[in-house]
């Protein structure tokens, strides 16, 4: 890093999370002024005489500066010291699991866990030597009953959970892995970090698919690390360069480009998931909601002390059963029938046949009835009408 940079650099730490969604990560070039981070298409850096490394970069799948900003960005967000780039939120699980398991280790992961995360433990991880039992994120002794003092080296939570939104008290979770010598990894994916910030509550390792809410914009693929212990630090940097599953300096800035508005779309896809929640409580076709953010949501009280708001994912049944249920995902029109989440479009999906056909027949299985909406920021009127008509 050149001597100018060192001076202008500024510590946005104590700034507003907008603040640091824009600003933390990139000082503006020195050499040019530019504002926003080049995309720096290079695999490779000249050297000023062999080892004279600038600001340190050497290859890309090492480092590269377009890189280097969105992970700056990641970690203000994240309240981490660290953050780490990846191919995909996959890619990220991967590296973090292969930092810190090993053969003859266990892991305790979520019994509603991501299809891919579950896949990724029961078809992978196994194989080498790494064991995994399921327990309810939301259910504090269930999961602390699952841990193996000595051999547990994990415990994995997605909180909200996908796609039954289940709440895992990140804190006391912290507390039961901590106790038993194990790591607490948390995939904040589903709340972002504007709505939750795990490594503020005791986590110790936050992962993201920034295919999500972090990008936005269903445009590009990517996967986030994010820890604040200097010695995991060196773990996950070391791993993310061995295992190369590193974004191109494209995708990072897509990625980066959509982080900056996270804070304002988090709000608009939460004042609208609150209006589509409000018109499916009310309709006769639908059997149940769930939302944290409802009262009767049994993590309302714990989303409402982790969490800013409740966030834009909502799930519902209807009383019809399955044939229902897929007619109301092939009749939406503003909804876009489609995988993934976090866009700025609304998205609807049938998690059984869709998302989480993987997991049928396992306990993983989620009901039939039951519908997932990514709720977008449209407008909300136009929503809450195309719900109607297909519900009907
Ligand atoms: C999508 C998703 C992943 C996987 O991320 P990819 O970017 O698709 O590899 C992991 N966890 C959650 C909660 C997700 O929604």
């Not at 500024?10 to 700034?15: E, F, G, L, T």
């Not at 504002?35 to 480092?63: C, F, H, N, W």
């Not at 009262?295 to 409402?304: D, K, L, M, T």
């Not at 939406?332 to 997991?359: N, Y």
Request: proline share 5%; hydrophobic share 40%.
């Amino acid at each position: 890093m050149s001597e100018q940079q060192h001076r202008t650099e500024h510590n946005w730490k104590a700034s507003g999370f907008e603040t640091r969604a824009i600003h933390a990560g990139y000082e503006p070039d020195p050499m040019t002024g530019a504002v926003i981070p080049p995309i720096y298409a290079t695999s490779t850096y000249k050297q000023d005489g062999v080892g004279g490394l600038r600001g340190g970069y050497e290859y890309s799948r090492s480092g590269n500066p377009t890189r280097t900003a969105l992970e700056g960005a990641l970690a203000a967000l994240e309240e981490g010291e660290r953050g780490f780039a990846f191919a995909s939120g996959l890619a990220a699980e991967d590296t973090v699991i292969r930092s810190v398991c090993r053969p003859g280790g266990h892991v305790v992961i979520p019994d509603d866990a991501y299809g891919g995360t579950y896949r990724l433990f029961d078809k992978v991880a196994k194989v080498w030597g790494v064991e995994h039992s399921p327990a309810a994120v939301s259910d504090v002794d269930a999961v602390r009953a699952a841990i193996r003092p000595g051999q547990t080296s994990v415990v994995w939570v997605e909180t909200p959970t996908n796609p039954l939104l289940n709440i895992g008290e990140i804190e006391a979770l912290a507390g039961d892995a901590h106790e038993a010598g194990a790591l607490l990894v948390v995939d904040n994916t589903f709340a972002s970090p504007y709505l939750q910030q795990p490594l503020t509550l005791g986590a110790d390792i936050v992962v993201h698919s920034t295919t999500k809410y972090v990008g936005g914009h269903s445009d590009v693929v990517g996967g986030a690390v994010v820890v604040r212990d200097l010695e995991l630090a060196d773990a996950i940097t070391f791993h993310q360069n061995a295992l190369g599953a590193v974004p191109g300096p494209f995708d990072a800035f897509l990625t980066h480009r959509g982080l900056k508005t996270l804070g304002v779309r988090m709000d608009r896809h939460c004042d609208n998931a609150e209006r589509v929640v409000e018109f499916l409580t009310g309709h006769p076709a639908v059997s149940q909601v769930i939302y944290p953010g409802l009262q009767e949501h049994p993590g309302h009280a714990v989303a409402a002390r982790q969490m800013k708001r409740f966030g834009g994912m909502v799930s519902f049944r209807v009383t019809g059963g399955e044939a229902h249920a897929l007619a109301v995902c092939e009749n939406a029109e503003v909804f876009t029938l489609g995988e993934s989440l976090g866009g700025v479009e609304s998205l609807i999906e049938h998690p059984g046949r869709m998302t989480h056909a993987s997991v049928a027949g396992t306990d993983l299985e989620v009901p039939a009835d039951l519908i997932r909406l990514s709720v977008g920021i449209e407008s909300a009127d136009d929503l809450i009408a195309d719900l109607d008509r297909a519900l009907g």
